[in-house]
Each structure stands twice: as structure tokens, then as C-alpha cells.
């Protein structure tokens, strides 16, 4: 198996406030250096349905993708982005089977 995406679809009228706080967690993590954290993160806006938002979060194995979300800074990353989503979130959680690269 290749890998392990975590998509998290939201809804939030406060885009520009959850991208910083998802930038200050990345920074953050980055510095720290410890533990599991995500391979990489991707960030989209629906262009047919304004204010829907996806997350799309790449960990290396699905171990690795439980074992960061038992941390205490990602509960609390979540806890705080969930305030500034008009709504709960729906997650996704995928087996990667393969990678196309185009480029």
C-alpha cells in the first residue's frame, strides 16, 4: 500500500483565519520535529460551491496518520479550526493505492 489521505470537507465563511491557523500548526509541528506528522497537506476551495473548503492531509501509512491524531496539539488544532467552520466537517479517510505523477 502506497500511503494513507486524510480529506476533511468544511464549511467556513472565515477561510483566511483557518488558513493561518492551519499555517501556524505546520509551523509549529516543522519545529518541533517529533513525533507523526503529515507527509503533506493540501488546501482547496470549491469553485462550484462557494464557501466548501477540503483538506487533504497525506501521511505515509495509516499508522502513522492514528498516531498523529492521538496527539494533544492535533486535537486542539482541530477543536480550534472546527469553531471556525460554519458546521461540523465530514472526514474521509482513504488507503492510497497509487500515484500518478503527470509532470
Not at 503529515?38 to 487533504?56: K, L, N, S, V
Not at 495509516?62 to 472526514?91: H, I, V, W
Amino acid at each position: 500500500m502506497a500511503g494513507f489521505v486524510q480529506i476533511i470537507e468544511y464549511r467556513t465563511s472565515k477561510p483566511d483565519e483557518i488558513a493561518a491557523l492551519m499555517e501556524e500548526f505546520r509551523a509549529k509541528r516543522e519545529a518541533d520535529a517529533d513525533g507523526p506528522s503529515p507527509a503533506r497537506g493540501i488546501t482547496c476551495a470549491d469553485r462550484d460551491e462557494p464557501g466548501r473548503y477540503f483538506a487533504i492531509i497525506e501521511f505515509d501509512s495509516y499508522e502513522e496518520a492514528m498516531a498523529n491524531s492521538q496527539r494533544t496539539d492535533t486535537t486542539e488544532f482541530s477543536a480550534k479550526m472546527m469553531e471556525l467552520c460554519d458546521g461540523p466537517g465530514t472526514f474521509y479517510n482513504l488507503d492510497q493505492l497509487a500515484v500518478m505523477e503527470y509532470r
